[in-house]
């Protein structure tokens, strides 16, 4: 048992957030098995992190892992983009060596930025791919992971064959899906304008008959959405997926900027869900998230760092970048903060295991220290979101592992 003296900050529902100064987290076989005002505590205190705060382990809903070393490098639209540094830095996974490196150090900075789950993108090759899985699994960390597929509209080095494609996320999948309960393999068409019809079918069949995860981008940039449209001849963007079959409960949709409300109710009588991006959405000046038409419609949502056109793994950046990109519509900082854990691990379908400090829950802790040390007040929790940048994290917990040293209390 280890017992850890802090203080609490734990999202409750959307738009509330439960302030607890001073509580003992005791920790037990790697979940919470208490959670107890200090006043109330008689045993001893393991480590003093009086002056620090306790969140539950931030949840990135949409990242790219082969682009980690690309962030802030500009060209501001998604498709010149891809093909100048996107495109030329994901070639470099072919090489082994290079994917393992590349692994770790995306790994190390989303635990040093106080991720415990994510949804990664990898390079479009089977070997990236399962390196990346490997080292997640070394390393503890909570993710679904896919091999990004193309067949079609790319360069040469990444463009896969869709049979081989296809048989190659399957593999994949039959590996690690149960392997591991921290880790499952997810289904990863690129996006539309790289993957044919036939390869979208086949990843929809296949991953609707065994309930899979599947992710890939949508409705992104307004080039983008012409280009569909050129390629496949269909009213919108959203229709494609629909033919495909990639409209399911368990989809997650990148970016869904520029959707019709025809395209908004599609997606919500599909269940589908939504990784909203907005520092990416940013950078590439694609434009401003719908946010309360998606609310409205009832979709599921939460938010994805989006690297390497998002320039940070530091969720608590990415719920300042909500607040910033809507022009009109006002997002309270709870709410943010609520959809970097409790809301997306609902949407994954983890909120019984993770989410937010709980006892019974697993140990998915961040702790963080305010600038100075000075104390927080409750309603000062929203520093936390417009202050981001001067708070440092201390340690970051995944199943009670110090995601730095290795131990498990």
Known sequence: ????????????????????????????????????????????????????????????????????????????????????????????????????????????????????TAVIYTAPYFAACEVALNIAEEIGIRALIGMTMMDM??????????????????????????????LDYIFTPRFAPTCSLKLMQEVAKYAVEHNAWIQTH??????????????????????????????????????????SNEELQILAENKCKIAHCPDSNFFLKSGE??????ENAGIEYGLGSDVGAGTSLNML????????????????????????????????????????????????IVFLKTPDNHPLSEDGISQLVFCEQEFSITQTLVGGRNAKLGIVN
């Open 1 to 116: 048992m280890m017992n850890i003296l802090c203080n609490i900050i734990n999202p409750v529902f959307n738009e509330k957030i439960e302030f607890l100064p001073e509580q003992v987290i005791s920790i037990a076989e790697g979940k919470i098995a208490a959670i107890t005002p200090k006043k109330e505590f008689r045993d001893k205190i393991d480590e003093d992190r009086s002056t620090e705060y306790a969140l539950p382990g931030f949840i990135d809903l949409h990242t790219h892992l082969s682009q980690y070393r690309i962030r802030g490098f500009y060209e501001p639209a998604l498709l010149p983009w891809l093909n100048k540094f996107v495109f030329p830095e994901e070639e470099r996974s072919q090489n082994v060596e290079y994917a393992e490196k590349i692994s770790r150090e995306f790994f190390a900075s989303m635990l040093k930025a106080g991720t415990t």
């Open 153 to 182: 509209n790319c360069p040469e080095n990444l463009q896969q064959d869709s049979n081989k494609a296809l048989e190659d996320s399957i593999l994949l999948y039959e590996k690690w899906h149960g392997k591991n309960p921290k």
């Open 218 to 259: 949508l409705s992104e940039n307004k080039e983008e959405i012409e280009l569909v449209k050129e390629i496949f001849g269909l009213k919108n963007y959203t229709e494609v997926y629909q033919k495909a079959g990639l409209l399911t409960e368990n989809s997650i949709f990148a970016h869904c900027i520029h959707l």
């Open 289 to 294: 998230f719908p946010l309360q038409k998606i």
């Open 317 to 364: 950046h990415h719920t300042k970048m909500m607040n910033y990109r809507q022009s009109s519509y006002p997002v309270l900082p709870a709410k943010a903060l609520y959809h970097i854990t409790l809301g997306s691990a609902k949407l994954l379908g983890i909120d019984k295991i993770t989410g937010s400090l709980e006892t019974g829950k697993e140990a998915d």
